[in-house]
C-alpha cells in the first residue's frame, strides 16, 4: 500500500474550467457531510454510474447520484487535495486532506482518504477525523450514575488493568480518551501506544505504532514502561506479548488502559487466557471490564408511542414493573421528520455493562472457569447485561426497541 504525505494538505489546487461542476459537488458533499455529522463519506462506482454516500450514525444512507461524466474529475479533485498519485488507480493509496467545509470562518476538519480498486473503478472512503467532544464525561458516555462510580473508582486506582470492550466502531477508544483526561494532570505521567492515534490529546504522551518500521505494540510498551510512567493507554491488545506487558505492568504498578475485541466483559477474561496470558497474572492484574455498544436515540421531534401488543413488549424484555398506565408505558419508535432528514434518530449513545473484579471472580479466573460462569457470578453481583442497559434506555425513551435489541443482538 502507498501512503500519502501524513502532514494535512491545504494548499489548493489548479483546476480546469471543466473541473468547476465536479469542485461544486464536492464543495457541496462535504458540506452536507459536515451538517449531518457523517463519520464517513463513500464515493463509489457502480457498474453503471456512480453514488455518494454518507455514515451517519453508524448507518450508509445514500447522499446523490451524480452525473456520470463528473466522477473522474471528482475523484481527481479528492486525490489531488489529498496528494494521493492520481495516475495510479490500480493499488490502494492512502491520503489525507484538510478543509473547511462550511465555510472559510469554520474551524477545518481533516479527512483520512483510502482509495481501493474495484471491478468498476477506484472507490475512495474519506473518514472525518473527529475532533474530542466538547463534553466528555462518563455521564456523557452513557454511563449510569452507579457505573460512573464504579468505574470512577477503578481509574482511580493507582495500578491494575482496566479494559473496554466491543465490537469496532462502538465507541471504546473515545472511552479511554474520557478516562485519560480524567487522569491528566501535572502530577502524573501518561502514555499512550495507538495504531493511530486517533485524536491529539494535550498532556499525554501519544505514540503511534508503525509495524512496517518495526514499532510494535509490545516494542513501544516496553520503551513507555523505561520512561517512568503511572498511567498507560494500549489502543488495543491483540497478541500474548502486548497481552502479558500489559499485566504485568498493571501487576507492577502502572494503572493500564486497553480495549478488547470481545462481546461481553466476561469474555474477556477468557480471550486473554487464549492469547496465552497466565490465569493466576490475569486475575492479580485485572480490575475491571466494561462492554460497550452506540445506540441511535430516537429523533425528540418525531418519535411516537409504539402499538405493540402487552404480550411482544413483554416477549423482548420489556415488562411492566412500574405499574404505570399501558399506553404511557409503551416504548417510542422511529418515524423520521424534516430535521432527521426522515431517518427517525439522530446523534447516538452509549450503553455499557460494567463489570468490577471481585475476589468470587479471580478465584473463578484462576481455576480457568467459562466465561458463563463469570458471567454467572457478575450476574448476582448485581452487574447489568449491555441487553439490560438498552432496555433502560428504551424504557426513558431515548431509543427504541428495535435499535436495542439490534444493538446488544450478540452472535453466540
Ligand atoms: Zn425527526
Known amino acids: 500500500m502507498r501512503s500519502g504525505l501524513a502532514a494535512p494538505a491545504s494548499a489548493p489546487a489548479s483546476i480546469a474550467p471543466d473541473d468547476a461542476p465536479a469542485v461544486r459537488l464536492l464543495a457541496e458533499t462535504l458540506r452536507e457531510a459536515a451538517r449531518r455529522n457523517a463519520s464517513d463519506l463513500h464515493i463509489e462506482p457502480l457498474e453503471h454510474g456512480w453514488r455518494i454516500r454518507l455514515r451517519i450514525d453508524g448507518v450508509l444512507h445514500e447522499s446523490a447520484r451524480p452525473p456520470a461524466h463528473l466522477r473522474d474529475a471528482f475523484v481527481t479533485r479528492i486525490k489531488v487535495l489529498a496528494r494521493m498519485d492520481i495516475a495510479e488507480r490500480r493499488i490502494p493509496q492512502d491520503g489525507r486532506l484538510r478543509l473547511s467545509p462550511r465555510g472559510e470562518t469554520q474551524a477545518h476538519e481533516d479527512y483520512r482518504v483510502n482509495s481501493l480498486p474495484t471491478l468498476h473503478g477506484e472507490k475512495l ?21 452507579p457505573q460512573q462510580q464504579t468505574l470512577g473508582a477503578a481509574i482511580g486506582a493507582p495500578h491494575g488493568l482496566v479494559l473496554v470492550t466491543g465490537p469496532t466502531g462502538s465507541g471504546k477508544t473515545l472511552s479511554l480518551y474520557c478516562f485519560l483526561q480524567m487522569l491528566n ?12 492515534a486517533e485524536i491529539q490529546l494535550a498532556g499525554i504522551n501519544q505514540v503511534n505504532v508503525r509495524e512496517k518500521a518495526g514499532l510494535t505494540f509490545a516494542l513501544a510498551l516496553r520503551a513507555l514502561l523505561r520512561q517512568d510512567p503511572d498511567v498507560i493507554m494500549i489502543g488495543e491488545i491483540r497478541d500474548e506479548e502486548t497481552a502479558s506487558v500489559a499485566v504485568k505492568a498493571a501487576q507492577t504498578g502502572h494503572l493500564v488502559l486497553s480495549t478488547l475485541h470481545t462481546n461481553d466483559a466476561p469474555a474477556a477474561v477468557a480471550r486473554l487466557i487464549d492469547i496465552g496470558v497466565e490465569p493466576y497474572n490475569l486475575a492479580a492484574a485485572l480490575r475491571l471490564v466494561t462492554a460497550q455498544r452506540l445506540v ?14 402487552a404480550a411482544a413488549l413483554s416477549a423482548a424484555g420489556l415488562d411492566n414493573d412500574e405499574g404505570e398506565a399501558p ?15 426522515g431517518i427517525g434518530y439522530r446523534g447516538r449513545v452509549g450503553i455499557h455493562e460494567v463489570m468490577p473484579v471481585s475476589t468470587a471472580m479471580r478465584e473463578l479466573i484462576v481455576a480457568q472457569r467459562s466465561a458463563h460462569e463469570i458471567a454467572r457470578q457478575a450476574r448476582t453481583e448485581g452487574v447489568a447485561t449491555l441487553r439490560d442497559a438498552a432496555l433502560a434506555r428504551v424504557r426513558d425513551g431515548t431509543t427504541s426497541l428495535a435499535e436495542a435489541l439490534c444493538a446488544t443482538d450478540t452472535p453466540s
Request: aromatic residues 2%.
Open 125 to 145: 472512503v474519506l473518514r472525518r477525523l473527529e475532533a474530542l467532544p466538547a463534553d466528555l464525561s462518563l455521564a456523557a458516555l452513557g454511563l449510569d450514575q
Open 185 to 196: 494532570n501535572a502530577s502524573r505521567n501518561l502514555c499512550s501506544v495507538e495504531d493511530p
Open 296 to 309: 441511535r436515540r430516537l429523533c425528540a421531534k418525531c418519535r411516537v408511542r409504539s402499538d405493540e401488543s
Open 327 to 341: 399506553q404511557t408505558s409503551r416504548p417510542f419508535v422511529a418515524r423520521g421528520c424534516e430535521s432527521c432528514h
